[in-house]
C-alpha cells in the first residue's frame, strides 16, 4: 500500500491557521502566500506521511463534541486503524487495510451509526515499535477517533496499547494474539483468539494426517513477541503430546538466509518442523528447507497465515498446515457478505487477518449503534463517548465473520469456531489457496 501525500493547500491552512487564533498578527501578503504556498510544496514532494487518511481543519478538544472532528466529515464518526501498511510486516498489514474498507463500506451501505457514517482514519505503524506508537498518539491526539483498531504485531501492542489505555480509548487488537495483551489494561481487548488456543490444533492436525511423527523441530523468530509466545505453545504441545522436541532454532523477522538454521533442523533428522515467524522470513525457511532436502511436514503459525506467503515460497509452500480462528466458509449472513465483497474486489478467498480487522470495525460499530439508542452519540464529549464504547463492547454479542463472540470483563475474546487448512498451490507455483481440513 502506497501513502498518501498531504495536500499544500491542508498544510498551509493549518500553519497558518493556529496562530492566527491564538495571537492576532497581520494578514500575510498575497505574495508572502504564494511563496510560502511554494516553498512547502517542494518540502512536501518526498516526505513521507504517517497518515493515509487526512483529517483537515483544527480538531476539538477530548471535551468537546464529537461534531466536527470526524476526519474532515463533519457527520461522521471517526474510527482509527492502526496497522502496518508499510515494512516486512505490510504483507499482513495489507490485508488488515482490505477487511476494515469492505467493513467501513458495508455498515455505511447499512446506515452506519442509525442514519451517521463512520469515517475510518488510517495511520500506518510500520513493522516497528516506535511507529505504532506514533501512530496510535496521532489517531488519539490529532484524528480524535472515538476507538481504534490496531496494531499488527503483539509486539507493538506491548508498546503501543498502553498509550491508547492511559487516554482512555478502546483499542481492539485485530491480530495480536500474544498471551498478556487483555492484560495490558482496562481499554485494551481483541478480536484474535490467544494462539495457546488456536495452534495446538495445527499439531492435532499435523498427527492425523501422519500418526508416525516422533521427532519435531522448532524454528522461531526472537526479536518478535508473539513468535516468542507462539513458540512456547508448540513446544508445550509438543511435549504435551508425548513427542520429541530435537531442536529449537532462532531467527530474526529481518533475515533472508537461513542456511544455517535450516541445516541443523535438518540435521536432527525430524518428522515435523514448526516455524513460528512473519510471511516474508517464514516464507523463506520453508523454502530453503526444502530446497536443502527435508520433505516431512511443516507447520506454520500465524504470522504465515497469509496469501502473500504464497508469493515467497512459490511451489515449496505446498502442503503447510496452519491453524486458523476463520474460515471463509463458515456459514452466517454477514460472512458471505464479507467474503462476496472481497472475492469481488481481489478475485480470490479472504484470509483470517482481512476477517479479522473487519470484525474489529464490525464491533465498534454495533457499539456505537447500542449507546446511540439510548443518548445521541453525536452530542457526547469525545472523552465521555470512548469511556461508554469501552464499556458497551466489553458486554454486547456479535454475529460476525469469525461467528459469534463476545468478550470477558477484561477484554479477551470468546470464540468457538477454530479450523486447520493446509496450503495447496496451483500447478504453475504462483498463486494457491488455503484448503481447510475436515
Known amino acids: 500500500m502506497g501513502r498518501i501525500s498531504v495536500q499544500t493547500d491542508v498544510l498551509y491552512i493549518y500553519v497558518f491557521d493556529r496562530p492566527l487564533m491564538k495571537k492576532p498578527a497581520p494578514r500575510p501578503s498575497a505574495l508572502f502566500v504564494t511563496c510560502a504556498s511554494l516553498l512547502m510544496a517542494c518540502t512536501q514532494t518526498n516526505t513521507p506521511q504517517t497518515s493515509t487518511t487526512v483529517s483537515p481543519g483544527t480538531s476539538p478538544s477530548p471535551r468537546t463534541s464529537l461534531q466536527g472532528s470526524a476526519a474532515g466529515n463533519s457527520t461522521a464518526i471517526p474510527v482509527g486503524v492502526g496497522v502496518a501498511q508499510t515494512s516486512n510486516v505490510a504483507l499482513l498489514g495489507q490485508e488488515q487495510v482490505a477487511g476494515a474498507k469492505i467493513a467501513e463500506k458495508y455498515f455505511n451501505d447499512k446506515g452506519g451509526v442509525d442514519g451517521t457514517p463512520i469515517k475510518l482514519v488510517f495511520q500506518d505503524t510500520g513493522g516497528d515499535e516506535q511507529g505504532a506508537i506514533n501512530a496510535f498518539n496521532t489517531l488519539i491526539n490529532q484524528d480524535k477517533v472515538v476507538g481504534i483498531v490496531g496494531p499488527t504485531l503483539s509486539q507493538q501492542a506491548f508498546s503501543a496499547d498502553p498509550i491508547a489505555d492511559r487516554a482512555k480509548i478502546p483499542v481492539l487488537g485485530p491480530s495480536n494474539t500474544a498471551k498478556g495483551i487483555p492484560q495490558i489494561g482496562d481499554y485494551v481487548a481483541r478480536v484474535s483468539a490467544p494462539v495457546a488456543v488456536v495452534a495446538p490444533n495445527a499439531v492435532k492436525a499435523a498427527l492425523k494426517q501422519n500418526p508416525n511423527i516422533k521427532k519435531v523441530a522448532v524454528f522461531f523468530a526472537q526479536n518478535d513477541a508473539f513468535s516468542k509466545s507462539e513458540t512456547e505453545t508448540f513446544q508445550a504441545t509438543v511435549k504435551d503430546m508425548g513427542l520429541e522436541l530435537a531442536t529449537v532454532q532462532k531467527f530474526l523477522t529481518t533475515d533472508t538466509d537461513f542456511q544455517s538454521q535450516a541445516t541443523n533442523g535438518i540435521n536432527v533428522k525430524p518428522d515435523l518442523i514448526i516455524i513460528s515467524g512473519l510471511a516474508a522470513d517464514g516464507g523463506n525457511l520453508i523454502k530453503q528447507l526444502r530446497e536443502l532436502g527435508y520433505k516431512g511436514v511443516i507447520i ?22 496452519i491453524a486458523q480462528a476463520y474460515s471463509p466458509e463458515y456459514q452466517n449472513e454477514i460472512n458471505k457478505a464479507f467474503r462476496d465483497a472481497y472475492r469481488a474486489q481481489f478475485k480470490k478467498e479472504p484470509p483470517q487477518f482481512s476477517a479479522q480487522a473487519f470484525t474489529g470495525v464490525q464491533v465498534f460499530v454495533e457499539s456505537l449503534k447500542e449507546i446511540n439508542a439510548k443518548s445521541k452519540v ?13 464499556q458497551q463492547l466489553l458486554s454486547g454479542k456479535y454475529d460476525t465473520p469469525l461467528g459469534e463472540i463476545s468478550f470477558t470483563p477484561e477484554g479477551e475474546i470468546n470464540q468457538k469456531e477454530f479450523y486447520v487448512a493446509q496450503i495447496k498451490m496451483d500447478a504453475d507455483g504462483n498463486n494457491g489457496k488455503f484448503e481447510f481440513l475436515k
Open 378 to 390: 453525536s452530542q457526547k464529549p469525545l472523552a465521555e463517548l470512548r469511556t461508554n464504547l469501552n
Open 300 to 321: 506454520g503459525g500465524n504470522g504465515l497465515n497469509t496469501s502473500n506467503v504464497f508469493s515467497v515460497c512459490k511451489a515449496l509452500c505446498e502442503g503447510v498446515l
